[in-house]
């Protein structure tokens, strides 16, 4: 089942025609990468996923994006879409304020004042994101004193907390180690058997490592997607064939 689809999608920034007529679906509870060099529109489509897009003045899409078989760029809540549809983004992003207290940040938001339901959550985000066991003895100190790695999984956890059913992600291990990245990836592995991710990435390794589909753009257009062993191993056009060789990108 898709649990998004993208039909015929236009976006222009001013004159820049950013995202040229793209049909993608996305599977449920699948991992999909988007990927392709610099500047071919992965970020900017995996934004129109929520309605991201909608804060940059001068944008205009045509085509519709469907969550669920109702079209988002309907008449529709944005507040409670870009709740359903989370987002993690490339740079660590926490709030300047205690481990709980970023994971509890849109429970209270929305208006949640039992303690006993805030707790729970609390700790089932941060087990959900595989951070628990390392914060569970300062949870009440500042996040910021977390490392890079910690702060990524802090802000899964975050995303988590809202029980969203997608989670949008822009290449959210580009600013970590080696070792960060290895926990964000294995921790993937667990996420989509509850989420259907969808995840930018510049690394080809890492889009082999985690996704499920992948979709290869180029200048805007999305020239091919299919299974990942696929699109790795037997790309049909040439511009995918040379990508994914290395021959350029
Ligand atoms: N907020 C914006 N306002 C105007 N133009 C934008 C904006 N964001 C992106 N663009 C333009 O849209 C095109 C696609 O950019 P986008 O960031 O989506 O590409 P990308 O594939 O994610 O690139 P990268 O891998 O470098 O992050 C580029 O020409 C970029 O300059």
């Known amino acids: 089942m898709n649990k998004l689809e993208v039909n015929n999608l236009d976006l222009f920034y001013g004159d820049n025609h950013a995202l040229k007529n793209i049909s993608l679906p996305i599977p449920a509870k699948q991992v999909t990468a988007l990927i392709g060099p610099s500047g071919c529109g992965k970020s900017t489509l995996l934004r129109t996923l929520n309605r991201m897009n909608d804060l940059v003045e001068g944008v205009k899409i045509n085509g519709?994006?469907?969550?669920?078989?109702?079209?988002?760029?309907?008449?529709?809540?944005?507040?409670?879409?870009?709740?359903?549809?989370g987002m993690v983004f490339q740079k660590p992003n926490p709030f300047p304020m205690s481990i709980f207290e970023n994971v509890a940040f849109g429970l209270r938001a929305q208006g949640e004042k039992d303690k006993k339901v805030i707790d729970a959550t609390v700790e089932e985000s941060l087990?959900?994101?595989?951070?628990?066991?390392?914060?569970?003895?300062?949870?009440?100190?500042s996040a910021l004193g977390l490392s890079g790695g910690q702060q990524q999984r802090l802000c899964i956890a975050r995303a988590i907390a809202m029980k969203p059913e997608v989670i949008l992600m822009d290449e959210p291990t580009s600013a970590l180690d080696p070792i960060a990245t290895h926990k964000i990836e294995e921790l993937m592995d667990e996420l989509r058997q509850k989420f259907t991710i969808v995840i930018v990435t510049h690394s080809m390794n890492q889009a082999k490592r985690i996704s499920d589909k992948t979709a290869f753009f180029w200048m805007g257009e999305l020239v091919e997607h299919a299974d990942?062993?696929?699109l790795f191993n037997h790309p049909v056009d040439s511009r995918t064939q040379g990508y994914v060789s290395g021959e350029f990108g």
Not at 127 to 141: F, M, N, Y
């Open 64 to 85: 519709d994006v469907l969550f669920e078989d109702e079209n988002i760029y309907s008449d529709i809540d944005v507040k409670q879409l870009r709740m359903r549809v």
């Open 127 to 141: 087990r959900g994101a595989a951070l628990w066991d390392e914060v569970k003895d300062r949870l009440h100190t």
């Open 228 to 230: 990942t062993h696929t």
